[in-house]
């Protein structure tokens, strides 16, 4: 099944799991699913930013899609296909498509500025991948340095027709998200998907702006599962309670270069993973770090019993 | 009385108030001034990035700087004297210590990239401004891209005797401290004064790794200066359930670009400034973003007595 | 005499002459004016990057530009005014305007990204300094990192009716000048003066793609102005002939960094200005680079009587 | 064979021939190989930014490079294997060494800032390839964005036992090459080839510097060999006489973006391929810009002989 305009809900960002002597861990892969599924998620996007994917050899990171497929079944999953060519592009799309993903994310390279050069990029890469494979823009201007605004997203979603999903990961990006809608309202662009990222920092008002969902790997999907939910059937108060418990950790993970450290780790304490190892060159959370985890794991039990160790 | 490396607590960096018109308002300055002594500031740091410092004439950057000296009588003043070329800070650093300035604080250029190019910088601004100068260096990668290593920093204040502070804001930032305190262990620094920005998001646990005092404007200098007070009293509970409560407005506050039209909203719904006006260019809140704000110091509200309006 | 669009020829940039000790050598002005119009400048820029702007106390940038206004008469003198704020940029472009200079040049500050983002900044620059001050583009990506696409400038243009010339200094930037007269044939651009800047590096094809003259600084004014004349009475392979003799000594001249102190190095021994001083922080030439500059201006004397020393 | 430290002559940097249709031309191969061991070539590096790697396939990146290392015979051929993960880079590395490679080259990714990062990213590498391979670095800060300084290639050369060649083209970068010879000179560095590359544009000195050679893809090899040749017999006048001839084409060619489209264009007018055709994403030369090396070339002719069609 491809994706489409319709998705929502959560879709994690799946980290790759190791062993701690770096081969791919798929028992863990499989525990991870069932982990993502039984905490609601919708969808599942794999190899991307905190997947470690340039760390991969392409037969390892087929193999790992491919697992993630089989595990989801009817759910669809997202491969992030981001490559400094297309000719990589186009192998690894193409690839997974074959195997069953829905769609795949591209990301921009950080040297793009003008408005044109954004949106001529997207054009080569769909003319690369073929303009079968349904595809998510990530907009993740913290990291990637492209700044795209919501005009130049329009001018993508209408210049192709295969683009069906925008990864909104802007910051700031609350306006943003009501621009595209509005766009929506006055009848200037098409239906389109719009998870959001960034860690799920702004997630309780992004759902509020117009969000479809999240699309970001925190630690516990099912909170953000739950916002989600929450935030569609109106329990704003409750939605919010719900973020702001989980808010002093999920600020902690979202910090550049730590972040996937931490993630790993929690993941790793509440038996997602076997190992919170990071293929090398990877980073590792000094001791003092490991222990404001924990503390901020202990204090957030007090209002989330899911983070009971 | 000048800065030295025994400075601690809470030093608001002081927005400037502008009437709907665009002249400085002086009365406001007045009233941030009390307000903020009465939430327990040791000192104020004006002219900073958040001040809006670019669209002052010389003559009203002065003028504002002695008000604030005047209202702060023995406590320190801090004044942002970064600028594009020497001759400019060197006339803004002496003329603010004639006024009675304390110091002043240096922000790198984002040119620099090696370590001898920033380090170069701050020996050329010290014999540009004198050597007689308290400063502070702001290490603040995310908005200037500059990259300061620990051993850099450690550099500089070797190399200058007049370096006598750190407005540490680096992101992440928290083992960068645990650096800097552990070369004073080892004997390889001299005392230093470490105080954070980045709009207060770690403070909590800053002030564990080994921080003096928080530099950052927040809208509620009183829960910045709890927070400093209860960790030094070691009260950690207490200073992370005050924090916590605050750290959904906080992190709402803390977004590049729309953060200072938040927190000048925010001062003025508390009073502390009459409007929240910018200078032009400014940015203004979305009737969407208001509301947004306004919800979340409705339950703050809830935790801390204070938010209510 | 204002600057408008039908400006050509040879406008220098002038350095800023100091003396070894780093004051102004208001007597090295006199000199380069004398010596500027003799080589054929049909107007000058004050204030340039090139010009040490930063290091100067306002005052001084004042005193230059109106000794430069002086020594010009009817000539045009334009002012570099880029500044990070628009109070400093009002403050020198009134300034200047009342001291009889015939416009400003303004540069985008190097965050702008988007196309919206610079061309909302010169919508705002036209603002604060005032509509009816002529105004330079200035289009240089190699050093201040902005990228602007024809259909921006064209968008700037259109904008803003006191915008009357492009400083092009695009690498590569030929198919830019093609562009831009392209859109003034098919009527989408109103006249435009288009200077050229980066060194010369391309001035001998530029003048064929449709500029109107060169706006930089090689030390060897004269040929850039013979240059721009030979070109427009048709005589191309004259002006390729005495161009190439000097492209080893400009391309040497023509280094990020170095280019200054190689510069002023030459005007000195050719006697335009006493010394070759920057007020600091400023860089020399090393022995070894002296002797490569003297090396490449005796082979083009062979070529260029006027190198001859 | 494998590369080490008393490489020197030329290196052309080969681009990757296609046919109209974006196939490899391995003709075309062949004839570059002889066309290049005639201009007298002692080496050749594949697979650089000009080779258009990030557009081939795996297998078609070491079917190049094989056909390039059995036209070399007992010549080094160098690999470039920048990538942005390790996996990748090992594995490229790994398989043209089997293949009977001579040595790779790395560049550093674009985000890396302090000494400590970029020291830290090529013992990383290493450990990654492995300390059997002999390797090249690649300072190219136009491009890539990274500042090395001399103190830091020196750290990087002293670390690492298998780092053997520098390939320099920071610019300007006249006084690195004096500074590394320096430290040799002072026995803080061991010996070390040094290359030079961004286009040829200051050859002329930089083998005066002490420079052992070039490594760039200027389109008229001849050119490159004979001035590194005439250099290194003290034929100074001579060398200097015909790199002028050739640096207004030179020159042209050494633009960012556009100069692949030149040197492949020259390259087909001179026989050296087939077709000029860039694999898509690629970039053309308008008919003015063709026309413009056209007489480019036909001015040079009349110096070089070898320039004549």
Avoid at 195 to 202: C, D, I, S, V, W
Avoid at 279 to 301: I, Q
């Amino acid at each position: 099944m491809l994706l489409d305009a319709t998705a929502s809900g959560l879709f994690p960002i799946a980290p790759t799991p190791f062993t701690p002597s770096g081969a791919v861990d798929f028992a863990s892969v499989d525990r991870l699913v069932e982990r993502y599924l039984a905490a609601g998620a919708t969808g599942v996007t794999v190899l991307g930013i905190m997947g470690e994917a340039p760390k991969l050899e392409p037969d390892e990171a087929l193999a790992i899609t491919a697992r993630f497929i089989d595990g989801f079944g009817d759910l669809p999953v997202v491969v992030g296909v981001s490559a400094p060519g297309f000719a990589a592009m186009r192998a690894l799309a193409r690839a997974a498509m074959e195997r069953g993903a829905a769609g795949v994310m591209i990301a921009p390279p950080p040297a793009l500025r003008t408005d044109d050069q954004i949106t001529g990029y997207y054009r080569q890469a769909v003319e690369a991948i073929g303009t079968d494979i349904p595809f998510v823009i990530q907009d993740y201007p913290l990291t990637l340095t492209v700044q795209m605004t919501p005009q130049v997203i329009r001018r993508i979603v209408e210049e192709n027709p295969s683009c069906v999903m925008l990864k909104h990961e802007d910051w700031p990006g609350l306006e943003k998200i009501s621009a595209l809608r509005g766009f929506q309202k006055d009848g200037s662009l098409r239906p389109l998907s719009i998870l959001t990222g960034n860690g799920g920092l702004f997630l309780d008002f992004e759902m509020e702006r117009g969000a479809n969902g999240a699309m970001t790997g925190y630690a516990f999907p099912e909170m953000l599962a739950d916002v989600v939910r929450l935030q569609k059937e109106g329990l704003r108060e409750e939605a919010h309670n719900l973020f702001d418990a989980h808010l002093p950790l999920l600020r902690y993970e979202q910090q550049q270069g730590v972040g996937l450290a931490v993630r790993k780790y929690v993941l790793m304490r509440r038996g997602f993973i076997a190992s919170d190892a990071q293929r090398k060159p990877g980073s590792a959370l000094t001791p003092a770090a490991r222990d404001e985890v924990d503390y901020l794991l202990a204090r957030l039990a007090r209002h989330d019993g899911r983070a009971r160790l």
